[in-house]
């Protein structure tokens, strides 16, 4: 079932918008009759022109448009001056609402371009069905091309003009909830790296569980890569690196651990470099996003340690990694274990809780309930000291001046964090990185 309709009258010239309003009539009133109720949402985009904001919204409405404004609550006209802005505007009508499934009406030449614009704003969320707006027997004077085939492409120039223009329109947007704030651990040295932990603020992700700077995008969430890499672009620019050389972890929720400058494994939850420039990261949203530092080698390392990467010991792995191929001293790693989920508030049943127990009683909570609360954590500390790594190299919430602390629980702050276990599915994500400066 269709929930909204998109008109596309965007590349019309005004002449021609009033030229076809019997034709946009008819076509509104098709989809009221064809519609199941309650009705779909219609939204029609027109350009906006010069001079265009200077007059009343109905002044700058095509003719065939200002019946059905003021008889249809459900008919917006959405006017900008570029595709990129329209259809973003758009995309936030439907997140309000909640909306995916999309029927696109459109002339028969905007089809290609509309697909691009659509694969780069929009998800896997979203589904969208095309059907031609015939304006070319009203409006002969339109055909200026000859329509594709199916097995057409749009020309490689054409696909790179349309991705500049929405980067420059999310580039202009404002930032969301204040102000990037990055947090940043006294222990590793900033002489010698770059590092922090993003929070949720300064970012242009405007959905609620992901605004503002969620740092992923997959095909199961409504933002879109252009909008995880605009954030990105921000972050660089507050923290000082260059994103074009920025590289995350591949989640698998195991231990695998890439050496940057070796052939990439298919997933890795571990990431070490001593190649100076070369930002490495790892995502959390309730996992603990870990940083390794060697001042001496000047060498570092992220990881992603969720439950399951904590019990298979993805921290150490990541450790021995940097021993391995840069001749680290284990007693010269620093590790900053970044916001995650606290014991207050993470829970697993019996027996995965088991395995934590195993590590130390102190990791487990009430472990006699069906399910006990688990400290991440400490059973990370705990493993991490017993492959060598000294206590007082490893910063995590037992540091005892909280002005220090960054380990702060995920779920307990909603203002700062994002959290799986607080937000459920359609959570956003935060980062910690970590470089060797030039």
Known sequence: MVEA??????????????????LLRNTLKTIEKCSSIPAPFVYVTCCQRQGDERN??????????????????RLEVVRAQTTAAALYTIKQRLDEKDLSIIKVILPTLRK??????????????????????QVASDC?????????????????????LIRSEIQRYLESLPSLKGELTILRSS???DDIFLHGFTTRTGGISYIPNLSSCNLFSSSKRRDPQVVVKENLRRLANAAGFNPETF????????????????????SYDGIV?????????APGADCIPVLFADPVRKACGAAHSGWKGTLLGISMATVNAMVSEYGCNVKDILVVLGPSVGPCCYKLPHESAKEFHRIDPTCVRLFDSESPYIDI??????????????PENIQDDSVTDQNQNITFCTACHPDKFYSHVRDGTNFGTQIGFISVKD
Do not use: W
């Open 187 to 189: 222990l590793i040295p």
């Open 247 to 266: 590289h995350r972890v591949k989640i698998d929720h195991a231990n695998a651990v890439r050496i940057m400058g070796k052939t990439e494994p298919d």
């Open 112 to 133: 290609d371009l509309m697909k691009v614009y659509i694969d780069h704003l929009f998800t896997a969320v979203y589904q969208f069905e095309f059907e031609d707006l």
């Open 5 to 22: 309709v998109l008109i596309d009258l965007f590349s019309l010239p005004a002449n021609l918008q009033n030229n076809i309003q019997g």
């Open 140 to 160: 002969k004077n339109l055909q200026i091309a000859e329509p594709r085939s199916e097995e057409q492409t749009l020309p490689t120039q054409d696909v790179a």
């Open 273 to 281: 470099t001593n190649q100076k420039g070369v930002t490495i990261a």
């Open 56 to 73: 009343g919204e109905q002044e700058s409405l095509p003719p065939a448009l200002r019946d059905f404004q003021s008889l249809k609550k």
């Open 377 to 390: 954590r400490r059973a990370t500390r705990i493993l991490l000291e017993s492959g060598g790594i000294l």
